[in-house]
């Protein structure tokens, strides 16, 4: 059983940067891919980033490359997301999730997840 407790979010202006971090507990955690979903009020969760278990492979949706990385320390068990570059789209609750296969855009390839955290980008 992996325990995930997302961190970082807050409230920040249009252009501004932040970093959420999810820090893992339970479980073998260089075993896992990571990924990050983002839930807007009223919409789905969606894809935002994801990490295989070595860090080596990284993906992310179109609309957050070239502004948001995502990297892993696994010796503290946890993964990032630095956000740059942040936009009022970008507003929404974070979700990390681990699932020991592929680092896939498919919530349902996960099968542990966190809290969330809100981030809240104004204009």
């Known amino acids: 059983q992996v325990q995930l407790v997302e961190s970082g979010g807050g409230l920040v202006q249009a252009g501004d940067s932040l970093r959420l971090s999810c820090a893992a507990s339970?479980?073998?955690?260089?075993?896992?891919?990571i990924g990050w979903f983002r839930q807007a009020p009223g919409k789905e969760r969606d894809f935002v980033s994801s990490i295989n278990y070595s860090g080596e492979g990284t993906y992310y949706t179109d609309s957050v490359k070239g502004r948001f990385t995502i990297s892993r320390d696994n010796a503290l068990s946890t993964v990032y997301l630095q956000m740059n570059s942040l936009r009022p789209e970008d507003t929404a609750v974070y979700f990390c999730?681990?699932?020991?296969?592929?680092?896939?855009?498919?919530?349902?390839?996960?099968?542990?997840w966190g809290q969330g955290t809100q981030v809240t980008v104004s204009s």
């Open positions: 999730a681990a699932g020991d296969g592929l680092p896939a855009p498919n919530p349902l390839a996960y099968d542990y």
């Open positions: 339970g479980g073998t955690f260089s075993s896992y891919a």
